[in-house]
């Protein structure tokens, strides 16, 4: 019985030392596993807590692009001013930065910035056509069915080419794309400004590539359908007969001008046209 309950006692004790074995090895196992799931944890919060906060997305604003747009046309109110023109520039490429889809932003960064280029000197000038023609392009991208994108981009190309250090940004038939598109959505675009522009082509450009004074003259006064009040359209008309051998109604055209009285909304054009039309009628006396 002795051996007997000492060899049951022994084999319990065997047995219960293996077991606390176990169960410390178990023990074991169980504490690093929770150490290692701490240890996630707490890095999962200080890499969560370090990251940067999330950047606000700077697209997509509609409503602030037309705020920017709203200020800029008050300022291209003022462009005789050049800085208060720059300044409206300025707000416009805002909201194109608030909202890179507004066709009403990019379209009017083209008409600023030409405006901007046939007012500056040579220095600045080319620059300024060039960011008028990517405006332009991006206007024409995002609305291509409507006329301001066309003319603004067509009148710029068209500067660019009178410029004689600009080469490789557009040529006499860009212009004329431009101009015949304005002219198949919106006829009489700015007063027959369409009209006006494509007179132009033909008449400074050389006839090897083109030009024809008697075509721009016919262009130009059906420019007149539309623009019986744009000073400008006349000024090249005037420009025209003179080219074909008519001074008399060259002269009827800059008289035409000298008597207009001021629309707001174009008074700068208006006097700039009125200085050249003296300037042409001496140069005809």
């Not at 950047?55 to 046309?73: E, G, L, R």
Request: neutral net charge.
């Amino acid at each position: 019985m002795n051996q007997i309950e000492q060899g049951e006692s022994r084999s319990v004790g065997v047995f219960d030392t293996r077991n606390q074995s176990k169960f410390e090895h178990e023990r074991r196992k169980k504490i690093a596993w929770m150490r290692s799931l701490i240890f996630v944890v707490l890095l999962g919060m200080l890499l969560s807590c370090s990251k940067p906060p999330p950047v606000q997305n700077a697209t997509n604003d509609p409503q602030s692009a037309a705020t920017y747009i709203s200020q800029a046309d008050q300022f291209y109110t003022q462009r005789e001013d050049l800085t208060r023109l720059q300044q409206g520039i300025v707000l416009l490429r805002q909201a194109i930065t608030a909202d890179p889809g507004s066709y009403d932003a990019a379209w009017r960064l083209a008409k600023f910035d030409y405006y901007l280029a046939t007012h500056i000197d040579d220095a600045q000038r080319d620059q300024t056509f060039r960011a008028g023609i990517e405006a332009g392009k991006t206007a024409v991208q995002l609305q291509n069915d409507k006329p301001e994108g066309h003319f603004w981009l067509g009148a710029n190309y068209g500067g660019s080419l009178e410029s004689t250090t600009i080469s490789g940004l557009a040529t006499v038939e860009d212009v004329r794309k431009e101009m015949e598109t304005v002219l198949k959505i919106n006829e009489g675009y700015q007063d027959g400004s369409a009209y006006m522009v494509l007179g132009l082509v033909d008449l400074k450009a050389p006839r090897i590539v083109g030009g024809d004074p008697q075509r721009a003259v016919t262009e130009m006064e059906k420019g007149l359908r539309f623009g019986s009040t744009n000073a400008f359209l006349r000024l090249h008309l005037a420009e025209g007969y003179q080219a074909v051998g008519r001074p008399a109604d060259a002269r009827q055209q800059l008289n035409t001008i000298l008597s207009m009285t001021s629309d707001p909304n174009y008074l700068p054009e208006l006097k700039e046209a009125q200085t050249q039309a003296r300037q042409m009628l001496d140069k005809i006396k």
